[in-house]
């Protein structure tokens, strides 16, 4: 069976094709062209999709050495994400299974980034939990299978993801500056400058308070010397990614206990970040978890970990029809 899977969510545009299950290519075109204004211009990322959606699907048919005559069925980002992002595939992938005859699957983003798992070994087993970090979502997802997954825990305001790139943006660091903060700290004193977790009720999250707390930091201590965060910017990004990670954590442990589980997975673009790898494997050797933490490449948008949804679906029959639209929010 031969997949082909498109992702348009936000500022990736990819293709991958997938074969009986084997994923053969995932070609990723990240657009650059956001850098400039610090953050993802929605309307420019649509455009930059309708630029690259040809060039990338062709290159990932070549790369498996696939004719798009024999495709199977296309899987294909429907939400959540930047609507005008999302029209651009949606709009191909409905385009190219009209004209080839073949059926059409849709994928909800975030089921996506949990079954990135399933693409290479070693494979979680059912049920298992998934922490899903990004710069829109955070979330604990109970996954029942590979087609059942509850939200347990969320965010109730920003996500982990978005904590990171505002602070990346006080101190001065480029966009995208999560993986910036992330080597910085590497090099920094994770203990130098503490900041209150606070706590929410249950298994949910909140990271407005960290963010206004470090936003008042850094301008109390700039008023006393100009130059704070020019000279202590490693233990900055250390102490802030350390706080970061232990929210996250802490209702890791918490969510592990109410379902007794040994099983914890992370996904997600923030599941990159070397701190919270290191971290979550320490915590599983002294509480006897399995982890599992996905390649790099599946854990920031691509069209792999689609592919690897769509035949799930495929598998069970789940197919949409032409009058299928974009959801900028759609919830597992």
């Known amino acids: 069976m031969n997949l082909l899977a498109i992702e348009s969510s936000c500022d990736e545009t990819s293709a991958a094709v997938m074969v009986d299950g084997v994923l053969q290519s995932n070609v990723i075109s990240t657009q650059l062209i956001h850098t400039e204004w610090g953050g993802v211009v929605p309307e420019l990322a649509s455009r930059e999709h309708q630029k690259a959606i040809i060039p990338v699907v062709q290159e990932a048919l070549q790369k498996a050495n696939i004719n798009k005559n024999d495709l199977n069925a296309i899987a294909f980002t429907r939400g959540p994400g930047l609507l005008g992002a999302l029209l651009v595939g949606t709009s191909f992938a409905k385009a190219l299974s009209l004209a080839l005859n073949i059926p059409l699957i849709e994928v909800n983003h975030m089921q996506a980034h949990v079954l990135a798992h399933f693409i290479e070994e070693p494979k979680p087993q059912f049920p298992f939990l998934c922490l899903t970090v990004s710069g829109g979502h955070t979330q604990l997802v109970w996954v029942k299978d590979a087609l059942h997954m509850e939200v347990i825990g969320e965010t109730q305001d920003d996500a982990v993801g978005e904590a990171f790139d505002k602070t990346a943006k006080l101190i001065g660091l480029p966009y995208p500056g999560g993986p910036l903060i992330d080597k910085l700290a590497q090099t920094g004193n994770p203990d130098r400058f503490p900041f209150s977790l606070g706590e929410m009720p249950g298994l949910n999250f909140s990271f407005s308070g960290i ?6 930091f850094l301008q109390k201590e700039t008023q006393k010397n100009p130059a704070f965060v020019e000279e202590n910017k490693a233990d900055i990004c ?24 040994k099983q914890i997975a992370i996904a997600g673009g923030v599941s990159a970040n070397s701190g919270l790898r290191s971290r979550l494997k320490e915590m599983g050797e002294k509480e006897q978890w399995d982890v599992f933490i996905p390649a790099f490449q599946y854990c920031t948008d691509n069209a792999g970990m689609i592919a690897m949804a769509g035949q799930f679906k495929y598998e069970a029959s789940e197919f949409t029809d032409q009058d299928v639209t974009p959801l900028a929010r759609y919830s597992l």
């Open 238 to 261: 250390a102490s802030v990614q350390k706080s970061l990670i232990d929210m996250l954590l802490r209702k890791v442990k918490k969510a592990m206990k109410e379902k007794n589980c």
């Open 211 to 216: 963010k206004t707390q470090i936003l008042y």
